[in-house]
């Protein structure tokens, strides 16, 4: 195992961009997996295989390439590593940032399932608020720790696993028709 993380580490040095969007991508495909099978108990023969892509693909271009992105800029606009900078870059992703990505997700991940703009719209109406509610439940103490203790390479890797049991339920309650 620890020969693994060695080769992890190795990779995201010299590819940082890179790897950080790949596990993401990863691990929000192992979160629509756990989603289908934990969660909503299809069984492999149900499994839905093309809402794993999507869900995979939603890591790939859409959070991946974002939230590493932010982590870049929170550094620059907020530079420091000490327990109050971590308070402030919490509160600027928790009050600035986390409301739009969750509805961007929201929104990709409904147009990918071929919903209407109507649809689209009623959906947000229905969940977004809910899909808020639970962002604030689990995300500001992650992020003031990943803030204070990790630095930027590893924030998207340690945040996207924590994040399995989120994906589970983000992909659960994307797919929630």
């Known amino acids: ?8 580490q190795i990779l995201l040095f010299k590819h940082p961009w890179k790897v950080q969007i790949l596990t993401t991508g990863t691990l929000m495909g192992v979160g629509d997996v756990i989603s289908q099978q934990a969660v909503e108990k299809k069984g492999w023969t149900n499994h839905d295989m093309g809402r794993t892509v999507k869900m995979t693909g939603i890591g790939l271009f859409y959070v ?12 620059q606009l907020i530079p420091g590593a000490t ?15 986390a409301p739009c990505f969750l509805g961007g997700f929201l ?16 959906k947000l109406k229905r969940d ?10 689990i995300w500001p103490s992650v992020q003031i720790a990943n803030f204070y203790f990790i630095p930027l390479n590893y924030r998207l890797a340690v945040v996207q ?10 992909s659960w309650k994307a797919n929630k028709m």
Do not use: E, H
């Not at 991946?64 to 550094?75: H, N, R």
């Not at 696993?161 to 983000?170: G, P, Q, R």
């Open 83 to 97: 327990k109050t900078v971590a308070l402030k870059k919490m509160l600027f992703d928790q009050i600035g940032f």
């Open 107 to 122: 929104c990709i991940s409904s147009a990918l399932n071929g919903l209407s703009t109507d649809q689209i719209w009623n």
């Open 1 to 8: 195992m620890s020969g693994l993380w060695r080769s992890y």
């Open 128 to 137: 977004y608020t809910d899909t808020l509610i639970a962002n604030y439940y």
């Open 64 to 75: 991946g390439p974002i939230i590493g992105g932010w982590y870049k800029i929170l550094d």
């Open 161 to 170: 696993c924590v994040a399995i049991a989120w994906n589970s339920y983000l």
